[in-house]
Every structure is written in C-alpha cells, then in structure tokens.
C-alpha cells in the first residue's frame, strides 16, 4: 500500500538529519513510501529529500541499475532548480512510487555512522545559497553533469557520484549552503577532470585505431 496523504507529519529541515531519516523505521516494513508523500510539507528542502531518494539506487551493486534509474532523476531535479521551480515537479507515475519502508530503514542503519557524524558538521548556515536563483542554476547544472555520469556505465564510479548527490541532498535538506560551496567546488573539478579524461581517453583510442 502506498503512504496515505494524511500520514503524520516528519520533522521539519533543520531538525537533524538523524531524527528526520529515523522517521522512517517506525511502520510495516512492506509500506510503499510514495514520493509525493515524501515530499509533503517540506517545502524548498523537498529537492533534497527528492534527491536523497533519487540516488538510493546508485548503492545497489548492480551493473547498470544505478544509471537507468537513478540517472535520469537526478537529471530531472538538476533541470527543475536551474528553471527555478519552488518545489519539485514529479511526473505521476513516478510519484505513486517510491521505496518500501524497511529498503527505507536499512539504507538508513547503513549509513547512520556516516549521518551522525555529518550531523555535528551539516546545520542550517548560508541559507541564501540554498534558496538563491543563481545559486540553484549552478547546483542545478552540477546535478545534470552528475546525473549523465551516474546514467553512463562507467566502471567503478556509482559509489563515488552516488555519494557526491548524497552530500548534495543532505545540503539541500539542512539549507547547508557553506556544504554546498564545497559540493560546488567538488563536484566542478569532478566534472573537468572527467571531461579532460574522457578527452585524453577518446585521443588514446582514436590514434590506436589509426
């Protein structure tokens, strides 16, 4: 059964990431946790729990999963904030879907070392970057180069972008912007350096074929 619209209400951004991912143990482990439900009442931070959902795939260790489902998503979201919409927009049939609550809770028991500790670290802080025009075209931007490689199968590299978009996603729903500017920062010379690769690649292939 899918999460009914009147479910009780998560704690709001900036209430601790911990208690907020907590929040989806307690029920029938077999509940479908609908992305629209998910999403209600969280307002500008709902691209971050979009996102957090979005890139749940990119942890599966299965060739290709990540990229067909997780991919696409994330393009999505990088294509919303750069066009400047106030919440997200999800098509129907993706929004009447979502992950059962206990996938839910045994991604979060996976990384609840890792979230305890970003919790010290992520808090509220520069907020105008999270909520800025020009700021959600950069951050959008980064999203769409991340989600195209996430949705190539590159060997060995889910993890890694999976994991940047994780970061990207607890920013977004803590309204960290100093977080952000580091994403920036990260994700940027990610990006070149695969450009460059991918360059320096094509060159390699290319001459040895002639």
């Given amino acids: 059964m899918n999460i009914p619209a009147d479910a009780p209400p998560r704690p709001s951004p900036g209430n601790g990431i911990a208690r907020l991912l907590g929040s989806f143990a307690h ?5 479908v946790l609908a992305l ?8 500008r931070s709902a691209f971050g729990m979009f996102l957090f ?7 599966v260790p299965i060739p290709g999963f990540a990229g067909v489902v997780s991919g696409p998503l994330v393009v999505l979201i990088g294509l919303q904030l750069m066009l400047g919409l106030r919440k997200p927009w999800v ?27 970003l ?10 970057l999270t909520g800025n025009r020009l700021a959600n075209v950069v951050t959008g931007l980064l999203l769409i180069g991340l989600g ?30 100093a977080l952000l500017l580091a994403l920036w920062a990260v ?7 695969t450009g460059l690769l ?10 040895w074929l002639t």
């Fill in 27 to 31: 029920g029938d482990p077999e509940e």
């Fill in 36 to 43: 629209d439900g998910l999403l209600q009442g969280l307002g």
């Fill in 53 to 59: 959902v979005s890139v749940l795939p990119g942890f």
């Fill in 91 to 117: 098509p129907g049939f993706i929004a009447r879907r979502g992950p059962k609550r206990g996938t839910m809770a045994r991604f979060c028991d996976r990384i609840a070392p890792w979230t305890a500790r």
């Fill in 119 to 128: 919790e010290r670290l992520v808090r509220p802080r520069l907020q105008a």
């Fill in 148 to 177: 195209l490689l996430l949705a190539l199968p590159l060997p060995m590299t889910n993890f890694v972008f999976a994991g940047t978009l994780l970061l990207f996603a607890l920013a977004l729903m803590e309204r960290d912007g």
């Fill in 187 to 193: 994700a940027g010379t990610g990006l070149l350096a």
């Fill in 198 to 207: 991918s360059e320096e690649l094509a060159r390699l292939v290319h001459g």
